[in-house]
């Protein structure tokens, strides 16, 4: 998990059939912070839309298998709005300065026949790719 912490710049933001996430979610030149969470071994995500208003997630986990952090079914609060979203932050490999890139998904609850609910993908989704700040 220890790679993945501290802060990171956002490079960009590419937006794919949006859904319920802002266009303007993601600021690019931004913060993007990534601390230890409040629940063991979980992380929180903290970074400013285009707007600069505060926007966050918790409760990411680190996949030991996949080497990466995930977090499924989760609430991303985008300024005042809030997203069910599933979450993927990956390392990117040889790269010549410590890069990231953050995939996000909307998903959308539907109850089933007996009551219960069900997590399915969205329409929405894009790419944030971000490098180590500096100290990162």
Same mark, same amino acid.
């Given at each position: 998990?220890?790679?993945?912490?501290?802060? %990171?710049? $956002? !490079?960009? %933001?590419?937006?794919?059939?949006?859904?319920?996430?802002?266009?303007?979610? #993601?600021?690019?030149?931004?913060?993007?912070?990534?601390?230890?969470?409040?629940?063991?071994?979980?992380?929180? &995500?903290? %970074?400013?839309?285009? !707007?600069?208003?505060?926007?966050?997630?918790?409760? &990411?986990? #680190?996949? &030991?298998?996949?080497? %990466?952090?995930?977090?499924?079914?989760?609430?991303?609060? #985008?300024?005042?709005?809030?997203?069910?979203?599933? #979450?993927? *932050?990956?390392?990117?490999? !040889?790269?010549?300065?410590?890069?990231?890139?953050?995939? $996000?998904?909307?998903?959308?609850?539907?109850?089933?026949?007996?009551?219960?609910?069900?997590?399915?993908?969205? *329409?929405?989704?894009?790419?944030?790719?971000?490098?180590?700040?500096?100290?990162?």
């Amino acid at each position: 998990m220890d790679p993945f912490l501290g802060p %990171w710049k $956002i !490079d960009d %933001w590419k937006p794919e059939g949006l859904g319920r996430i802002p266009a303007n979610g #993601f600021k690019k030149g931004g913060p993007l912070n990534i601390t230890p969470g409040s629940v063991v071994n979980s992380v929180d &995500l903290h %970074w400013d839309n285009e !707007d600069n208003q505060s926007c966050s997630v918790s409760g &990411l986990r #680190f996949d &030991l298998g996949n080497n %990466w952090l995930e977090g499924q079914n989760l609430e991303a609060r #985008f300024a005042g709005e809030k997203v069910q979203c599933h #979450f993927q *932050v990956e390392l990117v490999p !040889d790269e010549p300065k410590k890069t990231l890139t953050l995939s $996000i998904n909307t998903v959308r609850e539907i109850s089933g026949p007996q009551g219960d609910t069900m997590a399915l993908p969205e *329409v929405g989704s894009g790419v944030v790719t971000a490098t180590a700040d500096a100290g990162g």
